[in-house]
């Protein structure tokens, strides 16, 4: 009887007890994979690391890029010292003693120290305090690794002082490479195993890791540990074990794609592109963010971008919110979608906010803005403003308007709202050239 635990310790016994992703971690720049247009031959970076004079720098990007790795290589590459602190758990007191130490170690070998610093936008102006003079005197040659932009989120005298070099999502061939290479590995993968995995799911496995090798390599080795062998004692994995092994795409995202996501939605709004505007909502929503900050943003820009040429635009976003509410997810992101391209595809004008704009500069700035006397509140008036009141034009008496003033005497003639040429303004512009206005 076949028993799934013996055959996981058997495995077990092939592969050593650390992650698939730590053991395949390279450990020479010829073996890095991705990241071409840093680590390309020629580049700069490849040049530093093969002379051992690599300055300090900044490695920003996604998870599972390389970051980390890459840091690594060049410690082992390097002739000089290697520290590495996580500004998560470490403190004052550990940045003091590395830089201690490497001033020592400076000072009596001539050895350099790289500090590789993870997570570091995670490090306190007081941390970052700690280190500055070190990275400044040369006592140190820092190396950050992070996720978050570092001109965002970390110390401007520290980033001033470090080149920095932005790490991109790998490619679905790159992470095809890696995991066929884990496959094949004897030493550190699965070669003594005899796995063999079918092409498609190599191929699902590198779609829906996102971008994120390390995702990758988890998938594939969930899916190699928890197969079976057959009865020639291989282990096959199938396209079903890997949509299993990794079910869904890693969407999360950093504080700061989170932004441009965010920022590239309201421009596809703006710019009439209903595709990119429904594949940034859906984006954001799937990697986490709440439908209603979607909404929120939706109604603002259905009024600041399509307004008067297409005021339905802002009927249709807030029903949608309404049926959103009302009906939950995943229903409720249908009206969503459609409100979506709706307000994509009408007509464009901004003529609403910048008649709002106009009237808050106006608001502001007008040094007499007393009321006209034939529209104020007559109820409490005296006999003498009840007579002027009376001036008052019911424009119902008239056929719906009657030109009078309204604006305070320092505003008189004053023109905030000018429909453009487009949409529903177009009519609204001839109502207000019949009326004798703009």
Known sequence: MYDLFDALSEKRKISSQKPLAERMRPESIRDFLGQDHICEENSLLRRAIFLDSVGSCIFWGPPGTGKTTLANIIANSTSGNFVKLNAVTSGVADVKKAVDEARENLRMYGKKTYLLLDECHRFSKTQSDSLLPAIEQGTVIFIGSTT??????????????????????????VIKSALIRAIKDEKNGYGQLGVEVEDAAISHIAKMSGGDLRTAYNA???????????????????????????????????????????????????????????????????????????????????????????????????????AFLNVGAPEGLIPLSEAIIYVCEAPKSNSVIIAME???????????????????????????????????????????????????????????????????????KEIRREKGKN
């Not at 570092?150 to 679905?172: D, G, H, Q």
């Not at 308007?401 to 453009?420: A, D, H, N, R, T």
């Open 220 to 322: 594939l080795e969930l899916a190699v540990l928890s197969t079976p062998e057959d009865k020639d004692g291989k282990v096959r994995v199938t396209l079903k074990d890997a949509e299993q092994s990794i079910q869904k795409k890693a969407l999360s995202y950093d504080e700061n794609s989170y932004y441009d996501m965010l920022s590239a939605f309201c421009k596809s709004l703006r710019g009439s592109d209903s595709d990119a505007a429904l594949y940034y909502a859906h984006r954001l929503i799937s990697g986490g963010c709440g439908p209603l900050l979607i909404f929120r943003r939706l109604i603002a820009h259905s009024a600041e971008d399509v307004g008067m040429a297409d005021p339905d635009a802002l009927v249709v976003a807030t029903s949608a919110m309404t």
């Open 148 to 173: 978050e932009n570092p001109y965002a989120s970390m110390t401007p005298a520290i980033v001033s002082r470090c080149r920095v070099f932005e790490f991109k999502r790998l490619t679905e061939d």
């Open 358 to 428: 106009k009237a808050k500069a106006a608001a502001e700035s007008a040094k007499d803005d007393t009321v006209p006397m034939h529209i104020r509140n007559a109820v409490y008036a005296s006999d003498e403003a009840k007579k002027d009141s009376a001036k008052y034009k019911y424009p119902h008496d008239y056929g719906g308007w009657v030109e009078q003033q309204y604006l305070p005497g320092s505003l008189k003639g004053s023109v905030f709202y000018e429909p453009k040429d487009v949409g529903f303004e177009r009519k609204v």
